[in-house]
């Protein structure tokens, strides 16, 4: 498998045990910013924004990011993606993503008659129950949940989430106390090469998650930059 594949698969797996987000949790969020690291080197972006109308939230997901070898771009990725919820219900997701030229896409609504999302993704179609999740960062649900749904293609991955430990992480010259979590592939017969296999630190006293980490054809980390 060739890195840029590697690189996208990894990314997808990425980038909650019912429905719920809990958006109440951000009410008073409008903005988280993280940036991508690749072996410590910045290369890009993944940015939330909050917007509210009476009982709808509105979160939309911009991400950016290129790899570079030699002084040549070898991988690009810019995806845009936008959830709907109405107070904690998950209503809608909707993604269009350019990965070095080929699009991918995810249309996903709720169906209240049969209290599941119907999805159409680029590498997946059909229904699925509503204690999977959207994987995306800006929720801690993320590490409460069996299955995600990629934000990227719309595909099912089913996940297990363990407790580490409780640390001090310092990001930007600022000291948490965090706990620590590893996100992997419930499935231990899935290749190495398309495992979930994350290192997720969490801060309880935000709700955010500050940073995770993965390794594949070099060492990644996604860093809360700011939120507000």
Known sequence: MNLNKI????????????????????????????????N??????NNYFFKRKENITEITNQIKFSVSLLGTEIFNFESYGVEKYNRNQLISFNSKTIQNNTEKFVNLLFEKKINKFIIEGSSFKGITNTDSVVANWWSHKLLQTKTQISPISGSLKEQVVQFVSKEKITIYDKIFT?????????????????????????????????????????????RLKSFE
């Open 178 to 222: 965090v706990k620590h979590f590893k996100l992997s592939s419930k499935n231990s017969d899935i290749s190495k090469n398309k495992r979930l296999n994350f290192d997720i630190w969490y801060d309880e006293k935000t709700g955010l998650i500050l940073k995770v980490k993965y390794s594949r054809m070099g060492d990644w980390e996604y």
């Open 40 to 45: 410590n080197k910045l290369i890009g972006y």
């Open 7 to 38: 690189i996208i698969i990894f990314f997808i797996m990425m980038v909650p045990n019912d429905v719920f987000a809990h958006t109440n949790h951000y009410k008073n969020i409008k903005k988280i910013e993280m940036e991508i690291f690749r």
